[in-house]
């Protein structure tokens, strides 16, 4: 099946970075892939993302093995990727313009092909809950990315994750708790 057959899922965000900056976060996550790697491969820079680069995440093991085809690019405007492994075979498809709900902002829309394990559930009535995780994780990932570029913007710190907050709450709860108040 040739990914144009794929089902898509398509999510469309207004973030608060420009188009260059959110263009500038996908070429840099791609080429952090390939220039991690230690085996001495050339590093590849910006100028070298074109359509048909062939980029892999430098394993040898079959079941780790990930590579990247850039199919698309199209400076501050388009970028799509296919990614090839034993478990994904898609392609995500990300479209940059300039927002009109946020000023000087970005409006990003995300296509992606949906994960065969979820498109070819053998009992269909879960299908709709894979296809709600893909689009959950989708949206995930673009907003986190935006809220971490406003809080360095604005010189803040990160918020506790679910857990650290949780502990902190069992705590204040059980020295509140030990504290009785007398009458």
Do not use: C
Not at 29 to 57: A, F, M, P, Y
Not at 78 to 96: D, F, H, M
């Amino acid at each position: 099946m040739d990914n144009k057959d794929k089902k898509t899922l398509t999510i469309i965000r207004d973030l608060s970075a420009s188009p260059e900056e959110f263009y500038n976060h996908l070429i840099d996550d791609l080429l952090v892939i390939h220039n991690k790697r230690e085996t001495g491969v050339k590093q590849l820079k910006e100028k070298d993302v074109k359509k048909g680069l062939r980029i892999s995440n430098g394993e040898t093991d079959k079941y780790k093995k990930t590579q990247y085809i850039v199919d698309e690019v199209v400076k501050n405007k388009i970028l799509q990727v296919t990614v090839k492994s034993v478990a994904l075979n898609g392609y995500t498809r990300y479209e940059l313009e300039k927002s009109e709900v946020k000023k000087g902002g970005v409006k990003v829309t995300v296509i992606e092909t949906v994960p065969d394990s979820v498109s070819q559930t053998k009992v269909k009535a879960f299908q709709p809950f894979g296809e709600m995780i893909t689009l959950s994780r989708m949206s995930k990932s673009i907003m986190d990315w935006d809220r971490k570029q406003i809080m360095a913007k604005n010189g803040t710190k990160e918020p506790p994750t679910f857990y650290e907050a949780s502990k902190k709450l069992t705590s204040f709860f059980t020295v509140f708790k030990g504290k009785k108040k007398d009458n």
